[in-house]
Every structure is written in C-alpha cells, then in structure tokens.
C-alpha cells in the first residue's frame, strides 16, 4: 500500500479522482486560518516577542489551504505571520514543485519541504494534517480464534492469509472484536501520532487532525481505491489508483493521551467548522457574490457540514500541549452544526 500510493502521488494528479475540503472552497482554508491563529496567540503567549514557531502542514497536495491560511494570517495577524517558520512534509516531487507554485507569493516567508515528520525541529509548533493519514499504509488482521489472528496481505500479486506470531502493538487488539471480524492498523500513524503527541508536550504547541474515519470502537475492512473519480478494485494495477481507509479516532486518541498531550475531539467536520464561523464567513462572501456565486457557496457549504456529505464522515481531533487553552471548534454537541 505504502508503495502503491508513492507511486500514485508522484505520477498521478490526485485531484483529478478525489476533492478536498480546501479545494471544495476558501473558507475551509480560512477557517483553519481562524485556528492557527487563534492557537499560535495561546502558543507564543509566553514566549519572547522575537521568538518564532513552526507552521507544519503534512501532506499539503497542492498547497492550497496553506496558501489561505497565509493569505488570512497576512491580513488579520501580521506578527504571526513574520514569525512563522513553515515546513511541508511531502514525499511527492511532483506535488512538491506544485506547492512552491502556490506559495509563491510569500517570499517573506521562508519554507523547508520534509520527507517526514521527523525531521521537525525542537520548537513550538502548529501542525496541521488533511487528509494525510488515510493515504499512510494499514495492516489488515482477522480474529480466526480467541487467542489467533491471521495477517491478510499481497505478495507477487497473490492474496495471502497467514497465523501471526505476534500482533503488533495497537489498543484495537484489545477490543471486544468477535472471531471472522477484521481489523486494520496503520502503524505508521500511530508512530507520527506518538511523535507528534510528545513533540507537542514538550516543545508547547497543537497538531490537528481532519481525515475520515471512526470516532467510536468500530472496525472492519475500509480498505478502498479511487481512479478516475470511481471506485475501483484495490488490487488493480499498483499506482493506479489512490489507496486509502478509514482512520481509527479512537486508537489514535488513546496513544496521544499516553504521550501526555491533551486530546480533543473526536468532533465531526460540520460541528468543527460550524463553530468556527463557517455560516458567518459564507454570509459575508455571497453578501459581495453574484447570484451564480452565491449558489456555488451554498453548494460548497453543504458539502462540507451536511451529515449526508462532509459533515458527519470526516472527524476532527487535535493534540495540544497541555499548557495552551482550549483551542475553538471542540465544544461537545451536535445541535452546533449550523445544518441542524
Ligand atoms: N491535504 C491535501 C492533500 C491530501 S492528498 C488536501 O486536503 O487537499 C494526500 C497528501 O499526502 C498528498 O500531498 C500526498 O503526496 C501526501 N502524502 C502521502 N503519503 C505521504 C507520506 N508518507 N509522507 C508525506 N506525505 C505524504
């Protein structure tokens, strides 16, 4: 899958078989501006008025929330802005040039582009990730007796079904799951959300999360490819189609509170961006809108918070120092989802 999907984003256009919130329209991006701003402030409270901090974004695409967040950061909180530090971690070549592209109006700002969040450097930090690690390969296991588990797994393009000596570490394991169920893991999140939980507690700043996936236990197999905007086979030809599954909230949630890092969410994306102001920043771009633009806001709202679409499918979850306050979007209840 790892592999698969290297290939898939260095040849392909992925934009061309999926959307994202941040290409679907602006204000996803301004609202993660509102965020990171309002984050950064809690971050840099009590650091020197000369320090800076990273701004991270893992898996930019084609860059353009980072290029709204800098645009909005620009404007209502210039002294962010120049004290910003921004790292893109990226693996693609291809998307890598793309995103210089984008951000190429920023030459204020200087920007290192990371093979891995690994390579971040020892200071605060807001980090942010979309649709970043439902593209990270999983692990697939079924439960064949109380005490076994096979592996499911693709070798010389032959599926293979094998007894596991020992399961990898992941609080799923543990679960109530029932014999023939399957569980998937992606070790490779695990191990960024571990770093990045204690990166966080330690060096003072915040990583948010928007992907989808489960807020509670469940599991099963969420395996699934796109190409050319359809569902297709997982197994068609390798580096054809994008590889993704859903990511598992509360496995993630459990092993950043073991780092020490304060956990919040696990929200919906209609909730979150609600009560960031979602319907109050579409009110004022179709208040100076044609009446085509207008609809086009009013179709890309629903979109994003409608349960049906974006709204209730794509979870949010942050991971903050435990010094910082709350950071907004996290207030626990349904009826804040502007779409009722
Ligand atoms: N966040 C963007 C793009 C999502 S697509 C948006 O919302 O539009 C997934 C992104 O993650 C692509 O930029 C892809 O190249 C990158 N990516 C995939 N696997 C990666 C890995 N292992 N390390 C770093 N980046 C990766």
Redesign the pocket.
């Known amino acids: 899958m790892?592999e698969a999907?290297?290939a898939y984003?260095t040849k392909k256009n992925?934009?061309e078989d999926f959307i994202?919130?941040?290409?679907i329209s602006q204000i996803f991006g301004e609202l993660i501006a509102v965020w990171t701003i309002m984050v950064g402030r809690s971050i840099m409270e009590k650091m020197p008025q000369s320090a800076s901090f990273c701004l991270v974004?893992?898996?930019?695409?084609?860059g353009?929330?980072m290029a709204d967040i800098l645009r909005v950061m620009r404007k209502a909180a210039p002294d962010l802005y120049t004290r910003c530090k921004l790292y893109l971690?990226?693996?693609?070549p291809r998307?890598r040039e793309i995103q210089r592209i984008t951000l190429k109006d920023h030459e204020a700002i200087t920007v290192q582009w990371l093979?891995?969040v690994y390579e971040l450097p020892e200071m605060p930090m807001v980090f942010l990730?979309?649709?970043?690690l439902d593209?990270?390969p999983i692990r697939q296991f079924v439960k064949i007796s109380e005490q076994a588990w096979d592996e499911i797994y693709v070798q010389d393009g032959m599926k293979i079904k094998e007894i596991v000596e020992r399961c990898p570490e992941s609080p799923i394991f543990h679960r109530p799951v029932a014999i023939g169920d399957v569980v998937e893991i992606c070790e490779?999140g695990q191990a960024i959300i571990a770093f990045l939980g204690r990166h966080v507690s330690k060096h003072n700043g915040a990583a948010l999360f928007i992907d989808y996936g489960y807020a509670q236990p469940v599991w099963g197999d969420s395996l699934q490819a796109l190409a050319e905007g359809k569902p297709v086979s997982p197994f068609i030809e390798p580096g054809c189609a994008d590889l993704t599954a859903h990511i598992d909230f509360c496995s993630l949630a459990e092993i950043a509170r073991n780092t020490g890092a304060t956990v919040y969410g696990i929200q919906t994306q209609g909730c979150f961006l609600s009560q960031l102001g979602l319907m109050a920043r579409a009110q004022k771009l179709s208040a100076h809108a044609n009446r085509e633009e207008q609809q086009q806001i009013q179709a890309a709202i629903h979109r994003l918070i409608a349960p049906e679409q974006m709204g209730t499918l794509f979870k949010v979850m942050a991971l903050c120092s435990p010094d910082i306050a709350e950071p907004p979007g996290f207030m626990e209840d349904e009826r804040n989802n502007d779409y009722g």
């Open positions: 790892a999907n290297a984003y992925p934009f994202t919130s941040p290409e974004e893992a898996g930019p695409g084609r353009t929330l971690v990226e693996t693609s998307l093979d891995s990730a979309n649709e970043f593209a990270l490779e």
